[in-house]
Structure formats: structure tokens, C-alpha cells
């Protein structure tokens, strides 16, 4: 998700039958409305949250907090922060982790150092990676996963050709 798929989706709901000068409604659906865009001269050092879908051309140290909206860092945005959003697409530079609810893109001009957790994990070809892909959601599946058994194959050892037992270990005689 680019940021003109971003503004054309949002172009296309903005002629619908809204009147002009009249604003959505608080219950809008997240991210109906153009997204959020921080400036390529913007920096900001600290906690960054909000309500609706941002698109960062600047810079960010900190955390980024959008649990249920869209995060996109184009080719000239840089975040040096952990990302908590919805949909995580990174065309510029990110540094930390980055928790995805939905989905984390990486596109080809992407640079990502950090971690990264989401169910749905694109990285595109050219990108560039480096940390460890976490796509278990549910906490539920991992303790299972740490309680079961694991079983063992029936033979010890592979059974040589010729023979038709697996060998036992002893010395030969």
C-alpha cells in the first residue's frame, strides 16, 4: 500500500454523498479519511499516537502507536522507533521493532533493522532485512506448542542395506 493507493481509496470516498463543509462522523470507520502526512523537514523525538492512518516522510525517534490504523514510511521517511499498527508498509528506513495486527510490507527500497511480528509477513524482492520474523499471533498455540510431546522416530538408527535389523551397538565380533 502506497501512499497514492492510500489517497486514491480515500479520493473515491470523498465524492460520495457527503455534503460539502459537513464533517464525517466521530464513528467513521477508521482510516476513511486522508491519512495523516509528516512533513519530509519534520522531526519528532518522542511518543507518536493517534486515530487515523499516517504516511511519515520525515523523521521519527520514539515509539509509533496506531493499534488500529495504517502506518506508511516512504523512501524518504526515516523511524527509529518501535511500530505498533494495523498495516506496516515500509518503503524508507525503520529501526526497531514492528508489531503488524494485520500485515508488515517491506518493499523493495525498504530498509528494516528489528524484529518483526504479524500474522502476514511480506518482504518484496530487493528489500533489505535484518531481525527475526514472528508470525504467531496467538498465545494460545505457543503454550500448546511448548506442552506437547515430542515424539521420536521407531528406529534409533537407519538400518544399513543388506541388513534387515538397525545395529544394536555392540562390537563387532
Known sequence: MTQKEIEAGSAAEDTSATPAGVKPAASA?????????IGSSIVIHGDVTGEEDL???????GTVNLKENNLVVSENGRVT????A????VDGEVKGELFGSEQVVISPSGKVMGDIRAPRV?????????????????QKSIADRASTPRLRPA???PVRPGRETPETGSIRK
Open 81 to 84: 522507533a518501535n511500530i505498533n
Open 55 to 61: 504516511v511519515v516522510d520525515g523523521s521519527i525517534e
Open 155 to 157: 528406529a534409533a538408527r
Open 122 to 138: 511480506v518482504l518484496e524482492d530487493g528489500c533489505t532485512f535484518k531481525g527475526s520474523v514472528d508470525m504467531e499471533t496467538d
Open 86 to 89: 494495523r498495516i506496516i508498509r
Open 29 to 37: 470507520k477508521p482510516g476513511s479519511k486522508k491519512p495523516a502526512t
